[in-house]
């Protein structure tokens, strides 16, 4: 199973960016999907964005134009660029990993492996 660990998140005004990674170690990298799922207080967790080990990249309706997901294969690392944040961003942001036949890449049950989480709060 794959570790991983997420960084990257902090406090941010409305309008800003943060750039989140998630390192990832145990596994041969490239052959995973990857994921970043969200969960604010209260709410269930959201899918963000996804990269799959072919490089097919989704994004959640609610981020378009607003994140990008990318991964470097060289540096076991998947990043999120979020841009224009809100204070509804606020939220823990978990990264996700599946090294096995690929299920979905939109949804949580489609990953085996999650991070401890990173905090990103948006003040307005």
């Known amino acids: 199973q794959v570790q991983l660990v997420e960084s990257g998140g902090g406090l941010v005004q409305a309008g800003g960016s943060l750039r989140l990674s998630c390192a990832a170690s145990?596994?041969?990298?490239?052959?995973?999907?990857m994921g970043w799922f969200r969960q604010a207080p209260g709410k269930e967790r959201e899918f963000v964005a996804g990269i799959s080990r072919t490089g097919s990249i989704y994004y959640a309706d609610s981020m378009k134009g607003r994140v990008t997901i990318s991964r470097d294969n060289a540096k076991n690392t998947v990043y999120l660029q979020m841009n224009s944040l809100k204070s509804e961003d606020t939220a823990v942001y978990y990264c996700a990993a599946e090294e096995g036949p690929q299920r979905t890449i939109v949804a949580g049950w489609g990953f085996g492996s999650w991070g401890q989480g990173t905090q990103v709060t948006v003040s307005s």
């Open positions: 145990g596994s041969t990298f490239s052959s995973n999907d």
